[in-house]
């Protein structure tokens, strides 16, 4: 067989695998999204805020963000972070800078992790961020919170997302530091905090052609009779 023949087999299979590479690659979504608000609040005091969360099947998370709710920037800085609620061990944290520098997706401001971490079904997660009440940035919570009316409209979340049955983070603090204080209802949330995720890429297609690559190249080298 002629080695240009060759060549080109083994190229086209090459950027077959590329191909199939790049669309697996899931898109990346907010773990929470609304449409349009009712209101905000915003009572002066300083707290760790947030919500817990289950993920069905296993996620990435590529940046954590915050709630700018005119969408014209951040008063102050948040520091964020997402921790494991058995352990309490931080497993990422970013700073979501004031102003309008972190990028703006929807409602929320992002600032991008080093590097993504997986999140597992099986685990509850906390995701949470100091609020620094006096002249900070109002959050929100989602759905209904102690008799009050959502502040938000049209929720959705991330298909693998749904909120643990346990109550909104919102405990007084001093500091940035495991959110332990809950405030709320069951399945409530306090929007502050939110992830940039998307799906783990399902590795089967991609194996498969692989291997058949494999394949084609062994039977390219095969001497013709």
Same mark, same amino acid.
């Given at each position: ?88 061990? #931080? @497993?990422? =944290? &970013?700073?979501? /800078?004031? +102003?309008?520098?972190?990028? $703006? ?7 991008? %992790? ?80 939110? #992830? @940039?995720? =998307? &799906?783990?890429? /399902?590795? +089967?297609?991609?194996?498969? $052609? ?7 190249? %062994? ?7």
């Amino acid at each position: 067989m002629p080695k240009h023949f060759f060549r080109q087999v083994v190229l086209h299979c090459a950027l077959l695998v590329t191909g199939a590479a790049v669309a697996t690659t899931a898109p990346v979504e907010p773990a929470v999204s609304f449409s349009s608000l009712n209101d905000s609040f915003l009572d002066g005091y300083t707290r760790m805020i947030g919500w817990q969360f289950t993920v069905s099947n296993p996620v990435q998370v590529a940046a954590l963000g915050w709630f700018d709710w005119q969408q014209d920037g951040l008063a102050r800085s948040h520091e964020v972070g997402l921790w494991s609620a058995a352990s309490q061990v #931080l @497993l990422a =944290s &970013a700073t979501v /800078e004031a +102003g309008t520098s972190a990028a $703006l997706t929807g409602y929320f401001r992002y600032t991008p %992790l080093a590097s993504a971490i997986t999140l597992t079904p099986g685990v509850t997660y906390r995701v949470a961020g100091l609020d620094i009440g006096a002249q900070g940035d109002p959050h929100v919570w989602t759905p209904q919170l102690s008799g009050f009316n959502a502040h938000v409209n049209g929720s959705s979340y991330a298909a693998a997302f749904q909120l643990a049955p346990g109550f909104a983070l919102g405990g007084i603090a001093n500091e940035f530091g495991y959110p332990e204080i809950t405030t709320g209802g069951v399945r409530q949330a306090l929007l502050g905090p939110n #992830l @940039l995720v =998307s &799906a783990v890429p /399902e590795p +089967g297609m991609l194996g498969r $052609l692989a291997a058949g690559l494999g394949v084609v190249v %062994l039977r390219a080298r095969r001497p013709t009779r």
